[in-house]
């Protein structure tokens, strides 16, 4: 929840600059949303055709690489890891 109120916050800083200097904000705040989502599902197209022409199923493959949370985050719970862990796993260099 914590991240969604900073995400929240960061929004509403960039608003009251773009006000402060008399920008109106790029896209309609729909038009921007639509967009969004458009890069989220563009972005599991491939891993997805992947699997599919390996031979799962849609949903399998949907399933299997958690594109449902890559869309829409995960939910906060109580068993989630510390979002230090999580920083500090994301700046590890990989192999």
């Known amino acids: ?55 799962a199923a849609l949903g399998a493959a949907w399933q299997e690489l958690r594109c449902t949370q890559h869309l829409f985050g995960a939910m906060p719970s109580r068993h989630a890891e510390p979002l230090a862990t999580r920083v500090a796993e994301a700046w590890e260099p990989r192999s």
């Open 1 to 55: 929840m914590k991240l969604y109120l900073m995400s929240l916050g960061a929004g509403l800083l960039v608003g009251v600059v773009y006000s402060l200097v008399n920008v109106r904000s790029p896209a309609p705040p729909v038009v921007a949303l639509v967009g969004l989502l458009g890069i989220l599902l563009g972005e599991q197209i491939i891993p997805v055709g992947r699997q599919m022409i390996a031979g």
